[in-house]
């Protein structure tokens, strides 16, 4: 990739050097046709995108990004808005993708991808969720794209088939260490499935998308809620906050462990690559909170942070790239039980 450094790049640069992959939660076509997106490789280390329906939904109805392309596609007749939608939306990703292409070639695959979710509509139905990342991953028709799946009780299987097929797949929606374990088993058996019919392992991604400052969002709401009921102030005030980046040192000592075990070393003894853990919604939603906190204190090796611009800004300009994850892990637990004893269950929230 193209050695520019800049000052103001730096931040960015780190967090790559320290194994960690930031990616950018956002698209938007002027984004790919103003020469940003390359700016923003080349220059900053970027290292993959992340899309959903809503950021497609405010990218075309929130810029004229699209009107050239809207007008051709309705004066066709007979498209629904679904696959209006739909056609820009592949356009969109199948840019991103060929601007993203050299990062997927330099590392080998491990980077330089673009996420397309199926549609949320889907989320309860794990035969139709299959059909639809297998139709989308062959009309995107690019190797570095990557699906997105939800970890819903429908998707877990879906996840496992689409693997077995050999399509890359982002899980979202991770917000407990008991789905996390159901989506990194079925990882493991969609690529153990190809193993045993001697398919290859070694071109197929994944991510499992944790997602982060909800977390935080909905604990702090409940711990303001159990104020003058009992627990002292000083023990309410101590674990605002505090909740999603625990649950975030439990997950990836959960990734640490599995990474170590025989099953993987097997997987990886053919190419496998491993799922890593994806920080998501990394965007503060507390303003007493740091901006950059959710990227801050979660750069560890091995993962990928994916944010909105407004935090990569933010992060650039006074961000600390330093490996936080792994400071703390054992402290993590302790965080867990005392949101326990006050009722608060991160499985359930």
Not at 6 to 29: C, F, H, K, N, V
Not at 123 to 144: C, M, Q, S
Not at 241 to 264: D, F, H
């Amino acid at each position: 990739m193209n050695p520019v450094q800049s000052p103001a790049a730096m931040p960015l640069r780190e967090l790559t050097a320290l194994g960690q992959s930031i990616w950018l939660d956002y698209i938007r076509r002027s984004l790919l046709t103003s020469g940003e997106l390359k700016r923003l490789i080349a220059e900053e280390e970027l290292r993959g995108m992340t899309s959903n329906p809503a950021i497609f939904e405010k990218a075309i109805t929130g810029s004229n990004d699209y009107r050239d392309a809207l007008a051709a596609l309705q004066s066709r007749k007979g498209l629904s808005a679904m696959e209006i939608y739909e056609a820009l939306a592949i356009e969109d990703i199948q840019g991103a993708a060929d601007q993203l292409q050299p990062v997927y070639a330099a590392t080998g695959g491990r980077d330089g991808y673009v996420s397309l979710e199926v549609s949320p509509y889907l989320a309860d139905d794990t035969r139709r969720t299959i059909e639809e990342a297998a139709r989308l991953w062959k009309a995107v028709d690019r190797p570095n794209l990557m699906i997105k799946i939800p970890a819903t009780p429908a998707g877990i299987p879906a996840i496992e088939e689409t693997i077995a097929a050999g399509i890359n797949v982002n899980v979202t929606l991770i917000f407990a260490n008991d789905a996390y374990e159901k989506v990194a088993e079925a990882y493991l058996q969609g690529l153990e499935r190809r193993a045993s019919q001697g398919l290859p392992v070694d071109r197929i991604s994944s991510v499992a998308s944790f997602f982060v400052s909800r977390i935080d969002t909905e604990v702090d709401a409940r711990l303001d809620a159990l104020r003058g009921t009992g627990p002292s102030e000083a023990t309410l005030t101590a674990l605002r906050g505090k909740a999603a980046v625990a649950n975030a040192k439990l997950a990836y000592a959960i990734y640490q462990e599995l990474t170590a075990s025989e099953r993987w070393q097997a997987l990886a003894a053919r190419g496998a690559r491993p799922q890593r853990l994806l920080w998501a919604s990394t965007g503060t939603k507390d303003p007493s909170y740091s901006d950059v906190k959710y990227v801050d204190e979660l750069c560890g090796p091995d993962t990928v942070n994916t944010a909105p611009p407004q935090t990569v800004d933010a992060f650039r300009d006074h961000g600390r790239a330093a490996p936080a994850l792994l400071d703390g892990m054992d402290e993590a637990p302790q965080v867990i039980e005392q949101l326990a004893a006050l009722g608060i269950d991160l499985d359930e929230v």
